[in-house]
């Protein structure tokens, strides 16, 4: 390839010895070239990813600012990889604690509060739209808690749901019959049943009771809590010997990673950019994929939520 030399280059009568130090000056023009083309895009690919800012107006005007609240499930419904038990949330002081965190989160202006509700379901927008005129009861979900009740606050007419609910195992809930392969339930035993002893909390559980619903979200936002998270996802490549199956494990990431990026591209379709300003509410173990997503897509702009997290002194 490097002995190619361009027509307008070549001269005849020339010597072996110019001809090879015109070959040789041939070849460096070339790799110059080449190396001012792969530069040129690096840094065009470089300047798709915007680095996360404090605040929305800090964002550039042609870019739609987005916040991407994780939150753990209050209403504790068992389906996370890791589970946990919340305290109550409609008790008296985290009523208080949560009119207080969509008044903070209120400074962010959203435009449209994006849910982790299953995307093609009417189900969120006829609840909030129920709730709207008063015969919705919130339930201790943190999509009602907060989605609905920071939507309201904002004058929104729609929620909007962005989920794609899927099992690690790539199945979804149309492929699943729960009804399938239980056994009978026991019959009932006339002796009283015997009591139970309490389960012992787990540190994480500990925390959430000890501290207000702000501070518990600004923990989970934080990077060196969600961080570790996101690397653990590399354990999914070690090999495991005792299966048979070489990409078990691997697929099993492979879903999860599927997962989010559905879960993107539904917040990329209901995004009208620059101008929306999106606010997602969302369990705090997607924050790896979907925080890297926002700060890579076009027209973008990632807001932490730390600022508004802070109570206005």
């Known amino acids: 390839m490097w002995g190619y030399i361009p027509w307008g280059l070549r001269f005849i009568g020339m010597n072996s010895s110019k001809r090879g130090f015109l070959r040789f000056c041939a070849a460096i023009a070339l790799l110059a070239f080449g190396a001012m083309f792969s530069s040129g895009a690096v840094a065009a690919t470089q300047k798709t990813k915007f680095d996360p800012v404090a605040t929305a107006e800090a964002c550039p005007p042609d870019r739609s600012p987005i916040m991407i609240l994780g939150t753990y499930h209050m209403a504790n419904p068992e389906l996370d990889f890791v589970k946990m038990e919340a305290d109550d949330v409609l008790a008296p002081r985290r009523q208080n604690e949560i009119a207080g965190v969509v008044e903070q989160l209120a400074r962010f202006r959203p435009t449209k509060v994006m849910v982790e509700a299953p995307y093609s379901s009417p189900a969120e927008q006829q609840q909030y739209t129920a709730y709207l005129s008063g015969k919705y009861e919130l339930?201790?979900?943190?999509?009602?808690?907060?989605?609905?009740?920071?939507?309201?606050?904002?004058?929104?007419?729609?929620i909007t749901p962005v989920d794609f609910p899927m099992f690690m195992s790539g199945l979804t809930y149309d492929e699943v019959d729960f009804g399938r392969g239980q056994p009978a339930a026991p019959a009932q035993s006339a002796a009283p049943p015997t009591p139970q002893k309490p389960r012992q909390l787990s540190p994480e559980e500990l925390r959430i009771r000890q501290h207000?619903?702000?501070?518990?979200?600004?923990?989970?936002?934080?990077?060196?809590?969600?961080?570790?998270?996101?690397?653990?996802?590399?354990?999914?490549?070690?090999?495991?010997?005792?299966?048979v199956a070489l990409y078990t494990k691997t697929d099993t990431l492979l879903n999860w990673y599927k997962r989010n990026f559905r879960i993107w591209a539904n917040v990329v379709r209901e995004t009208k950019r620059p101008h929306d300003r999106d606010l997602l509410l969302i369990g705090s173990g997607h924050l790896g994929i979907l925080r890297e997503l926002a700060r890579d897509m076009p027209g973008f702009c990632l807001v932490e939520p730390a600022e508004y997290l802070e109570p206005r002194r």
């Not at 501070?215 to 653990?232: S, V």
């Open 139 to 158: 339930t201790r979900n943190e999509i009602d808690q907060i989605g609905f009740r920071l939507a309201k606050r904002m004058e929104l007419a729609a």
């Open 212 to 243: 207000s619903i702000a501070e518990n979200l600004a923990y989970a936002n934080r990077e060196d809590q969600w961080l570790p998270d996101y690397l653990g996802y590399m354990s999914f490549f070690e090999d495991d010997p005792s299966d």
